[in-house]
Every structure is written in C-alpha cells, then in structure tokens.
C-alpha cells in the first residue's frame, strides 16, 4: 500500500534512512571503542531494538521498569535501567526481572541503594548497581566525587549488589573530570570503576573526544527530529521520523488548521520556535496546538496548501511522538512494509 492512503495523523518511519542511522552510529562508536547501548525511550518497538542489537548494541536502555519488562519479554537479554527504583512492589519486579536477564540499574542515594540491596539479598541474587552523578544537568545523581566514592563503597559492602560503575547524563567535560577524580578516590579502597555511562543525542558525535567514557546511551539519533536538527547532530535528509497530517480548514488566507494538536505533536518546545517542521512549506510556522488541532502561520509562504492537502511534519521531539502512537508504520520507497504497535506506550511504571 502507498503511504499517501494511510489515514491522518500517522507516525511515519522511513525504514532506509533509520537502517543507515543505525548503522552509522555504530560504526562511529565502534570505531572509538565505546560501547553502544541506545535509549529504547525514542522508539519503544522491540523490533527497532533488535536491530539496534543485531547493529552491535551490547544492550539497551530503558528509563521505567514496565518497558523494560516489555523487552525482556520480546527477547533482549541485556538492559540498563538508569532510574532510582524504589517501593516493595517495583523492587519484587525488579528482583524477578533481574533473575531473567543481564539487568544493571543506578542510585543517588543511600535509600535507593538500601531497598536495591535488601530485595536482591532477599532473592539470593547480585544486582549491579552504578552511581548516578550530577555533572551539571541539576537533575538526580550524588553531587561531587567524594560523594560517589562514598556510595559506590556502601553498594559493594551492600549484601546482594555490586558497584558497576558511574553514570550521567549528558557527556561534557565535567563529566570527565567528575570519573577521574571518583576512580582515584575509589581506587585507595581497590574498588575498580568498571563502566562509565554517558549519553545524549546532541552530543552523539563529540563521544569519542571524552576519555572516561566507556558506554554512551543514545535515543533519537535513530529518528531525527527538529530539536537533533537544530543540535546539528544529524541532517534533515537523514531524518526518519515524520508525522503525516492532512489540512482541515483555511479559515483565513493566512491560516490553515491540521489534524494533528497536542495528541499528535505534543506540546515540547524544547526552545525552538513553533511545534514542528513543514517540509513542503518550510518557511510556515505552527503556532499552536489544542488537543486535535494544529494552528498554522502560513504567511510567510509564497505558496499555501489547500483544504485536503497532506502535509509531512518534523516534531520538534520524536520521543514523545512516538508515546502518542498506538503504531508507527515503517515505509520504504513511499510503500508500507511494516506497521509497528508501540508495545511500551504508557509504560511508566
């Protein structure tokens, strides 16, 4: 089936631009001996994750327990969960999951490490455990080096965890003056920091200027959206990901209203200008959205769309597109080959 008789708003992935993004990435890591484990929040499709890992991925990364869970059980036997886990119930799924696959998680604090450490006890079995640092994004992870240190010791004395290392969020060179200094504060006590875990689209390509890193986790760089355009981390011809709408209403010469709002788009920002990319109109601009429609400036355009017209959008933030999504649809060459569910939608928990 051609991809004009999809029905509108559909999420679109051009199958041979995400094939050699994938492939591209990889070689560039593999190239610098850094590990890949890609970020599953971009797609949340277990087959685009297996052909992260047929790709060369020594794993993949999931932010909640529930996609993680969702990819165990599609068959991915290596996965990092960088997320303080914490409560009885989440900590007995996490126990059960860990006794299935190669899982690793992080914390910040001794709290987490504590409820990591009495239910991995509990179950006989050992979880890996790195430290998650703040190098300057202000979001979770301990504060200073000494900091880490301090808890990377208390999960190697902890009963049923082992310290796996440091991870952060994104790669800069606080990152790496962060890890030296932790590595030699750890290394008087012989506690070996085995893997750094860094990451970030943005900064996908500078991977390899970061001495301490050993792992990076990246998402979009599979997709591409108008926030990794902007970022100059990938081209728009290499851009995979697009959101197909169609043209509801020309209520003035000016204006135009699509089919896709804030349950299409999403409301991200992201500090750019509009909610999306027009590629047949480039010079239009997507002033706001309600929840099923999306207001468009096209006074700007020498040309404007009339009622009908099917429009090919760039989000500003694919991630959250892909969570709106019951399915993507992979094309290649304008034809259907493949209709994906996005099997962890709304996996939060």
Same mark, same amino acid.
């Not at 591209?24 to 685009?48: C, S, V």
């Not at 081209?235 to 709002?261: K, N």
């Not at 109109?281 to 404007?304: N, Q, R």
């Given at each position: 089936?051609?991809?004009?008789?999809?029905?509108?708003?559909? !999420?679109?992935?051009?199958?041979? $631009?995400?094939?050699?993004?994938?492939? *591209?990435?990889?070689?560039?890591?593999?190239?610098?001996?850094?590990?890949?484990?890609?970020?599953?929040?971009?797609?949340?499709?277990?087959?685009?994750?297996?052909?992260?890992? !047929?790709?060369?991925?020594?794993?993949?990364?999931?932010?909640?327990?529930?996609?993680?869970?969702?990819?165990?059980?599609?068959?991915?036997?290596?996965?990092?969960?960088?997320?303080?886990?914490?409560?009885?119930?989440?900590?007995?799924?996490?126990?059960?999951?860990? $006794?299935?696959?190669?899982?690793?998680?992080?914390?910040?604090?001794?709290?987490?490490?504590?409820?990591?450490?009495?239910?991995?006890?509990?179950?006989?079995?050992?979880?890996?455990?790195?430290?998650?640092?703040?190098?300057?994004?202000?979001?979770?992870?301990?504060?200073?080096?000494?900091?880490?240190?301090?808890?990377? *010791?208390?999960?190697?004395?902890?009963?049923?965890?082992?310290?796996?290392?440091?991870?952060?969020?994104?790669?800069?060179?606080?990152?790496? $003056?962060?890890?030296?200094?932790? *590595?030699?504060?750890?290394?008087?006590?012989?506690?070996?920091?085995?893997?750094?875990?860094?990451?970030?689209?943005?900064?996908?390509?500078?991977?390899?200027?970061?001495?301490?890193?050993?792992?990076?986790?990246?998402?979009?760089?599979?997709?591409?959206?108008?926030?990794?355009?902007?970022?100059?981390?990938?081209?728009?011809?290499?851009?995979?990901?697009?959101?197909?709408?169609?043209?509801?209403?020309?209520?003035?010469?000016?204006?135009?209203?699509?089919?896709?709002?804030? $349950?299409?788009?999403?409301?991200?920002?992201?500090?750019?200008?509009?909610?999306?990319?027009?590629?047949?109109?480039?010079?239009?601009?997507?002033?706001?959205?309600?929840?099923?429609?999306?207001?468009?400036?096209?006074?700007?355009?020498?040309?404007?769309?009339?009622?009908?017209?099917?429009?090919?959008?760039?989000?500003?933030?694919?991630?959250?597109?892909?969570?709106?999504?019951?399915?993507?649809?992979?094309?290649?060459?304008?034809?259907?080959?493949?209709?994906?569910?996005?099997?962890?939608?709304?996996?939060?928990?």
């Amino acid at each position: 089936m051609h991809m004009d008789l999809l029905e509108t708003p559909v !999420a679109v992935v051009d199958l041979d $631009k995400l094939e050699a993004n994938i492939q *591209r990435f990889q070689q560039y890591l593999d190239e610098h001996g850094i590990a890949n484990r890609p970020h599953m929040k971009t797609h949340k499709i277990p087959a685009i994750a297996q052909m992260q890992l !047929a790709a060369g991925a020594v794993g993949i990364t999931c932010q909640k327990l529930g996609e993680a869970e969702i990819m165990a059980d599609a068959g991915v036997t290596d996965i990092f969960l960088p997320y303080n886990i914490m409560g009885a119930s989440k900590l007995e799924r996490l126990v059960a999951l860990a $006794k299935r696959i190669n899982l690793s998680v992080t914390a910040d604090s001794d709290y987490t490490v504590k409820g990591l450490s009495d239910a991995a006890d509990e179950a006989g079995i050992e979880l890996t455990v790195l430290v998650e640092c703040d190098t300057g994004l202000g979001r979770c992870g301990v504060q200073s080096p000494a900091a880490a240190a301090e808890l990377a *010791r208390h999960i190697e004395q902890a009963p049923g965890l082992h310290f796996g290392g440091l991870m952060t969020y994104p790669n800069s060179e606080a990152m790496d $003056k962060f890890a030296a200094e932790t *590595r030699h504060l750890l290394a008087e006590d012989g506690i070996a920091v085995e893997r750094v875990s860094g990451g970030g689209t943005p900064q996908m390509w500078s991977a390899h200027t970061h001495p301490s890193l050993t792992e990076h986790r990246s998402g979009m760089y599979i997709f591409g959206d108008r926030y990794t355009l902007n970022a100059g981390a990938i081209a728009l011809d290499d851009c995979a990901f697009q959101v197909v709408a169609t043209v509801v209403s020309r209520p003035t010469e000016d204006r135009g209203i699509l089919d896709a709002g804030s $349950k299409t788009l999403s409301s991200d920002l992201l500090g750019l200008q509009g909610h999306g990319y027009i590629l047949e109109y480039p010079d239009a601009c997507i002033t706001g959205l309600s929840e099923e429609h999306g207001l468009v400036d096209f006074s700007k355009c020498a040309a404007k769309p009339a009622i009908g017209e099917r429009v090919t959008i760039i989000p500003n933030h694919c991630c959250v597109v892909t969570n709106l999504f019951n399915e993507v649809v992979g094309v290649r060459q304008q034809q259907v080959e493949t209709v994906w569910p996005v099997a962890c939608r709304g996996a939060l928990q």
